[in-house]
């Protein structure tokens, strides 16, 4: 083990650690001088056939959080949200989900990068360290390059060797999908390796294409260089010597040798199973003294199984359940893991398995649990269960058992969670919970399916849009003997009569003009020719291609095709109003008739309850006058003393609670607002007149109170808008619906 002293007397005084982590501020900064040695990306390239390939479009999926405006920012989908997006490691896309546009969970598309820079270490080359401080949780940088396949990575490997690079790096994302950052990407290449690190790769989907984004561990203190573990599936040319100076530093990094550092589970699960740093080396050193060797070539995956069942697990905590919930919606988890993680509620008290179940709940949690029976499901051998996977399933139907009452069938719907658990019955689960799973079953049958419709976003439109917008932008900026580019037959060449003669040499490669703004230029470096567009600051080693002309008839086709689906698309529209419309009336009259029903038996219950007091109130009319009159001189005085509390608190109230909703204003307008207000005060004032029945007011309100105040408030209005935004839009429907009736109408009126 490396002591720390050692690690001082390695840095200069500049580097010397702060809270045991060492500085490097004031070395020089060192990014625009690699800027010039890769070509730095803004995305990344995909290359060859994966170009047309987006391998997560079945990980797309639309987050429930509503649109949520405060200064003009809309703060939707927050890092403290429930987003169920954020929670599955996926990013929003404006227009398709229900949380607005330009949400908080877009820190991909927008490119939300730390404050970093590129200095130059002692040992290890160039390096990235934070310019201020990171928070735990935070994107630092995206991790970009060429995208190629496996067998576009076996050639590139041996071309790098043979070009003598010291220094090449392949990240892989998926099976037959790698990223390249040897020659093209962005700053996170010169992220170091850590055998202790304080960041890690992390994968997203982003618009239906996975990307990979390098993480703050923990908090990073400015000063600090940026390190992650290279062991996620990050190879070097070679074996290298690792000057990384933790204390738990292996030697080594990278090659043959780095696969005795194989790291036993990924971070997702890692974080949900709350696994330390610590019992991943305490276990790897019990298999060495048994003489096993654990090795990623004697694994089967990623995930080290026989280290899962090994784990003295801990109670889960409310803070854990967030990534209990993003774990279980991961795709291919092994049985075990699931069991596992489950385990960690079951471990918990009568009490505190309630609390986490409502936080569960919140936290989209039977979807996890469906998710999680659907990946035992197919990875069951011809309907055949394992014992793993039947402790597996009986631990997720305790849970089930013991979960807050849903108000409605829509989750379980969504998640096809009945048909998961009949399949099961078919299997060889164990007897004891096929009744139990009925059970289950019966009791969702009474719960309602809460109809919406649907946002709708017509996909056909906004790629007209887009495609105009490109077009246009692309006609500005292009040399006047290119301005135009010739239409004509699907076959003919696309840059049709243009004379080559006219066009700079710069301007045309290979006998063949350049698509409008590019040109070419040779790297001498490199010895290779690159291309470059200079209106759109893009520079690329591949030939870029002219876009494919689009006949006449072509567009008049898919003009067609476009105003047929729309016609088709508000003619369903119509229908389903009219169904929405049909069902509102039927439940408007069922309540009706409830309500008739119920008043016709509490006035004949109020008649019998007369006619026989009638008989006792003569004989007993005079003994009440007497004692009638003491208790109501009592009451009156009582009334009047609470009456002037009342109004205290009323005053309290009155004078803060208008400014707490006064933003709400310019939704709802002044008189809702006034409405709430007065709502609002008197709601309180009732819940503070029961919760101190007899104590004196205090003189004013206190901080503390006021935070509660405008918790209550925020919780307040936010129902409310709820109400407003369902009303609101109710009444647009109805008018549409008119609208389109009256569109119908007048289109069915025979002519003269």
Known sequence: MV?????????????????????????????????????????????????????????????DCTEEIEDGINVACGPESDCINRLTNIECVDGQCGCGDDCLNQRFQRREYADVSIFLTENKGYGMRANSSIIEGSLIIEYMGDIVDAEEYKLRKQKYDAEGLKHFYFMMIQDNEIIDATKRASLGRYCNHSCDPNAYVDKWVVNKRYRMGIFAKRNITAGEEICFDYNVDRYGAEPQKCYCGSENCL????????????RLLPHTITEALGVRASD????????????????????????????????????????????????????????????????????????????????????????????????????????HLTEEQKQAIADIIVLLENWPQLKSKNSIQDIQLEESLKLIQSMNIDD?????????????????????????????IKTILDDRRSRSSDETSMPSSLSKIPKGPANSKPWGDIDISNIPKNQQYEGVPLPPGWEWAYDAERKSDYFFNRSTNTTQWDKPEWPRIISDEETTRKRKEREKELERIRKREIRELKVLERQ?????????????????????????????????????????????????????????????VEKQWHSHFASYVPNAIKKYEATIGRDNLKSCARDIVHLLTEKEMKRHAGENVPASLSEERKLKIKSFCKAYMVKFMQKYEEKAKKKRQDKDLKKSISFVNSDSVPLD
């Open 584 to 644: 509102r009336e039927l439940l408007r009259q069922q309540s009706l008739k409830q309500h008739e029903e119920t008043e016709s038996i509490l006035s004949s219950i109020i008649q019998d309850a007369t006619k026989s007091n009638n008989i006792s109130n003569d004989s007993n009319s005079r003994k009440r006058v007497k004692i009638g009159t003491f208790k109501t001189m009592g009451s009156l005085k009582k009334k009047k003393s609470e009456d002037v």
């Open 251 to 262: 030697g080594v990094m990278g090659g043959k040798t780095q696969s005795e550092t194989v």
């Open 3 to 63: 002591e720390f002293t050692s690690i001082t007397a390695k840095y200069p005084k500049s580097e010397t650690p702060v809270l045991n982590h060492p500085l490097f501020l004031e070395y020089e900064d060192k990014t625009e001088e690699v800027r010039k040695q890769f070509v730095e990306l803004k995305e990344n390239q995909y290359i060859g056939r994966l170009k047309h390939v987006y391998s997560a479009s079945n990980e797309f999926m639309t987050c």
């Open 280 to 383: 991943e080396k305490k276990w790897l050193k019990e298999q060495k003294k048994s003489g096993v060797k654990v090795t990623k070539d004697n694994l089967s995956s990623n995930v080290n199984v026989e280290f899962v069942k090994s784990l003295t697990l801990e109670p889960l905590e409310i803070s854990d359940v967030a990534k209990i919930s993003s774990c279980l919606m991961q795709p291919d988890l092994d049985a075990v893991v699931i069991r596992r993680i489950i385990e960690r509620f079951l471990l918990s008290s009568n009490n505190e398995l309630c609390e986490l179940l409502i936080r569960f709940n919140r936290l989209h949690g039977i979807q996890a649990l469906g998710h999680a029976l659907k990946t035992i499901i197919s990875s069951s051998v011809n309907s």
């Open 432 to 460: 004891d919970y096929k009744p139990r799973i009925e059970t289950l079953l019966e009791n969702w049958r009474t719960l309602d399916v809460i109809y919406r419709i649907p946002k709708k976003v017509d996909q056909t």
